[in-house]
C-alpha cells in the first residue's frame, strides 16, 4: 500500500534537525514555555510552526538555532547531538543552518554596507575572502531581485521588502540546506508578501532548500510548507501533513485557529 511505502522512504533518511522530547522553562517562570516538544525536519519537507502569539514558536527557532538550551530533551543535527564546543560540528551547523529573523530593520547593521552585510556567512565560515567573495554576493542579490548595486549602499536606503530580500540574501550566500525563518513576511504589504513568498518558493525548487518557518499568515503556510506543526501553550497539540491538518484539523485549537482566519465578506 501506497502510504506505508512512503512512510518507509521517509523514515530512511536522516532528518536534518530534530527536537526530541525538548523542554524549556526560564529561571523564575512558573510553567515551562516548551514542554515535550518532538518534530523532525526533513530535506524537502519545509515544516511551518504555527499558534497563537505567546505559544513558544520562537522559542522553537531559537532551540532548533542552539540559541537556546533545553532544559530537557536533546536537539539533534543530521542524527547528532547538538553540541555547541564542538567547533567541527558548528561550522557544519553554521553552514548547513541559516536563518532570517522577523524584523528586517533591527537585524541588518546600518553601519555595514549591504555586501558586507550579506559576505559576512562567507567570510566567517572561510568560504571566501574579500575578493572571492564579490560575485557570490552578486549573485545572491541577483537571485532575491535587487539591484547589482545595492551592495554598495546601506540597508537605510531600502524599503521594507528590500531590506527583507538582503536578510534572505545573507542567510542563502552560503546555500545551506535549512533556512529558518521567523515571520519572513508579516511585516510587508501585500504584493511585497507575494514576491518573498514566490522567492522563497524558487529557493525550495531549485536549490533544494528546506523551510522551517513560523507564520500567522496560514496561506502562506499552506504554500510554502509540506508539514505544519500547531503550537499551544509551549506543546504541539497535533502536526502532520500541511493539507490535512489545515484542511481537516483532529485538534480543536487547530480548528479555532483554522476559523479564525478572516475571510472577506462576499
Ligand atoms: N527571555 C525570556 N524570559 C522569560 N520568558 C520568556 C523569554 N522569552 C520568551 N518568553 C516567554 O515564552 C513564551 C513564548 O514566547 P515566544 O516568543 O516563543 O512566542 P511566539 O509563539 O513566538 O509568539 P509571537 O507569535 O508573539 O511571536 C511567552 O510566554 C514569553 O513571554
Ligand atoms: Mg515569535
Known amino acids: 500500500m501506497t502510504p506505508v511505502l512512503e512512510t518507509r522512504a521517509l523514515e530512511t533518511t536522516t532528518p536534518v534537525l530534530e527536537l526530541d522530547d525538548v523542554a524549556l522553562s526560564y529561571r523564575g517562570s512558573a510553567a515551562p514555555v516548551v514542554r515535550d516538544v518532538s518534530l523532525t525536519v526533513r530535506a524537502g519537507h519545509s515544516l511551518a510552526l504555527v499558534g497563537e502569539s505567546g505559544a513558544g514558536k520562537t522559542t522553537l527557532l531559537r532551540l532548533l538555532l542552539g540559541l537556546a538550551r533545553p532544559t530537557a530533551g536533546t536537539v539533534r543535527f543530521d542524527g547528532e547531538p547538538l553540541a555547541l564546543r564542538d567547533r567541527e560540528q558548528m561550522r557544519r551547523f553554521r553552514r548547513g543552518v541559516q536563518c532570517v529573523f522577523q524584523d528586517p530593520y533591527s537585524s541588518l547593521d546600518p553601519r555595514r554596507r549591504v555586501g558586507a552585510i550579506v559576505a559576512e556567512p562567507l567570510r566567517s565560515l572561510g568560504i571566501a575572502d574579500r575578493r572571492t567573495a564579490a560575485p557570490k554576493v ?129
Open 138 to 266: 552578486a549573485e545572491a542579490l541577483e537571485r532575491v531581485g535587487l539591484p547589482a548595486d545595492a551592495a554598495r549602499r546601506y540597508p537605510h536606503e531600502f524599503s521594507g521588502g528590500q531590506r527583507q530580500r538582503i536578510a534572505i540574501a545573507r542567510a542563502t550566500v552560503c546555500e545551506p540546506r535549512v533556512l529558518l525563518a521567523d515571520e519572513p513576511v508579516s511585516a510587508l504589504d501585500v504584493t511585497t508578501r507575494v514576491k518573498i513568498v514566490d522567492l522563497l518558493a524558487e529557493l525550495k525548487q531549485e536549490r533544494g532548500l528546506t523551510l522551517v518557518m513560523v507564520s500567522h499568515d496560514l496561506s502562506v503556510v499552506a504554500s510554502l510548507c509540506e508539514r505544519t506543526a500547531v503550537l499551544e501553550r509551549g506543546g504541539v497539540v497535533e502536526q502532520g501533513d500541511t493539507a490535512r491538518v489545515l484542511g481537516d484539523p483532529a485538534h480543536p485549537y487547530t480548528r479555532r485557529l483554522v476559523d479564525s482566519v478572516p475571510r472577506l465578506p462576499g
